[in-house]
T-cell receptor, first 114, second 111 residues
Framework: QQQVKQSPQSLIVQKGGISIINCAYE??????FPWYQQFPGKGPALLIA?????SEKKEGRFTISFNKSAKQFSLHIMDSQPGDSATYFC?????????????FGKGTKLSVIP | NAGVTQTPKFQVLKTGQSMTLQCAQD?????MYWYRQDPGMGLRLIYY???????DKGEVPNGYNVSRLNKREFSLRLESAAPSQTSVYFC??????????FGPGTRLTVL
C-alpha cells in the first residue's frame, strides 16, 4: 500500500518558470512532511520541511503548501534554474513510535531547460 | 566533519554470497537508518535504530540484518544475496529522527 503518492513522475520547466510537485498522503497520523533533493550519484539532502500546524513555509525560492483537510502538500520552486535539475522526493512521517520513519513518494525528475 | 560515510561505494556479489555494508556518522546523532533505492520506487526503509542498543524493522526487512555497533556505526548485512537485492543502499542519521542526513550510497549488484 503506497501511503505517499507523488506526481508528476517527470517535469520539464523553462528557466525562470515555476516548478510544482504534488504529494498526497493517506495516514492522518503523519505529522512531519519533508522534501528531499537528490542529484545523480549523490544521497538525498533535506530541502525544506513542514509540520501540519502551518499551511505554508517558504525558504528562498522553495515553498511548501500544505492542505491538511485534503491530505495533500506540494513543493513550489520559483524562478527555476538549471541547477535545480534533480530528482525531488516528498516524504511523510509520524513521531508516535519514538522515532520518525519516513515514507517516501516515488520521486519527480525535474529538468530545467535554459 | 565527514557527516555520514558508507563503505564500500560499489560491490558486485554472486547469488548466495554474504556481505556487510558499513555506515558511520560523526555528528553524534541518536537515530540511524538503512534505505534501499530502486528505479521508480523512491526510498524504502529496511531497518532503523532509534537509539544505541535498539533496532527495528522497516518496510522491507526480509533478507537483511543490522547491527548498531555503537552510537557512530550501523551496519547492514546480507546473509545470502539474491538478485532482487540489487539496489543502491543509503544510510542516514538523525539527531531526533526528523531531519535525516544521508550518506553517499553503496551501489550493489547481485549476479
Amino acid at each position: 500500500q503506497q501511503q505517499v503518492k507523488q506526481s508528476p513522475q517527470s517535469l520539464i520547466v523553462q528557466k525562470g518558470g515555476i516548478s510544482i510537485i504534488n504529494c498526497a498522503y493517506e495516514n492522518t497520523a503523519f505529522d512531519y512532511f519533508p522534501w528531499y533533493q537528490q542529484f545523480p550519484g549523490k544521497g538525498p539532502a533535506l530541502l525544506i520541511a513542514i509540520r501540519p500546524d502551518v499551511s505554508e513555509k517558504k525558504e528562498g525560492r522553495f515553498t511548501i503548501s500544505f492542505n491538511k483537510s485534503a491530505k495533500q502538500f506540494s513543493l513550489h520552486i520559483m524562478d527555476s534554474q538549471p541547477g535545480d535539475s534533480a530528482t525531488y522526493f516528498c516524504a511523510a512521517a509520524y513521531s508516535g513510535a519514538g522515532s520518525y520513519q519516513l515514507t517516501f513518494g516515488k520521486g519527480t525528475k525535474l529538468s530545467v531547460i535554459p | 566533519n565527514a557527516g555520514v560515510t558508507q563503505t564500500p561505494k560499489f560491490q558486485v556479489l554472486k547469488t548466495g554470497q554474504s556481505m556487510t555494508l558499513q555506515c558511520a556518522q560523526d555528528m553524534n546523532h541518536n537515530s540511524m537508518y538503512w534505505y534501499r533505492q530502486d528505479p521508480g520506487m523512491g526510498l524504502r526503509l529496511i531497518y532503523y535504530s532509534a537509539s544505541e542498543g535498539t533496532t527495528d524493522k522497516g518496510e522491507v526487512p526480509n533478507g537483511y540484518n543490522v547491527s548498531r555497533l555503537n552510537k557512530r556505526e550501523f551496519s547492514l548485512r546480507l546473509e545470502s544475496a539474491a538478485p532482487s537485492q540489487t539496489s543502491v543502499y543509503f544510510c542516514a542519521s538523525s539527531p531526533q529522527g526528523d531531519e535525516q542526513f544521508f550518506g553517499p550510497g553503496t551501489r550493489l549488484t547481485v549476479l
